[in-house]
């Protein structure tokens, strides 16, 4: 059984799918992941890119190396401004989606938070969560540490 999900920017001009349920999601307490999403953190949502597929509209990127060394291209409507996605070469295989964009975004549960150095006090998430002090551990499976932000 194919389970769909859909996402669209404000606008409605770009809609996108996904077919199969997403693999995980993050939140993400960067710099950059704040100035993106205009507010104090990110939720991206894992999902394969043979999964995923944009359905209408057309997207813009802007690419930056972040904090972490990667290079990351944020996929945004044009018209709107959106923020739809995030992509790197790092992860060719996956995309990570903006939770905020999700029709449903009941579909995700974050399980984890990364850049908990960069958090901003005035924000609070369920403290019973894994935290990283920046990035995730490669590979993934390794046991992740457990911090308190220092805010």
């Not at 389970?3 to 920017?9: A, E, H, L, N, Y």
């Not at 205009?38 to 999902?47: E, H, K, P, Q």
Request: include cysteine; aromatic fraction near 8%.
């Amino acid at each position: 059984m194919v389970d769909i999900f859909t996402g669209s920017c404000l606008c409605g001009k770009v809609k996108y799918e996904c077919t199969r349920k997403p693999e995980s999601a993050t939140y993400c307490h960067c710099d950059d992941c704040r100035k993106t999403t205009g507010s104090a953190f990110n939720v991206g949502v894992r999902v394969s890119v043979s999964d995923f597929k944009i359905i209408s509209g057309e997207v813009k990127g802007y690419t930056k190396t972040a904090d972490s060394g990667n290079q990351l291209t944020r996929v945004f409507c044009p018209n709107c401004g959106s923020p739809l996605f995030t992509r790197s070469p790092v992860h060719p295989d996956h995309v990570y989606i903006k939770a905020g964009s999700l029709d449903d975004p009941n579909i995700v549960q974050p399980k984890i938070q990364i850049w908990m150095s960069k958090k901003v006090p005035w924000a609070e998430i369920d403290s019973s969560l894994t935290y990283f002090p920046q990035n995730r551990t490669i590979p993934e499976k390794k046991e992740a540490q457990k911090i308190r932000p220092n805010v």
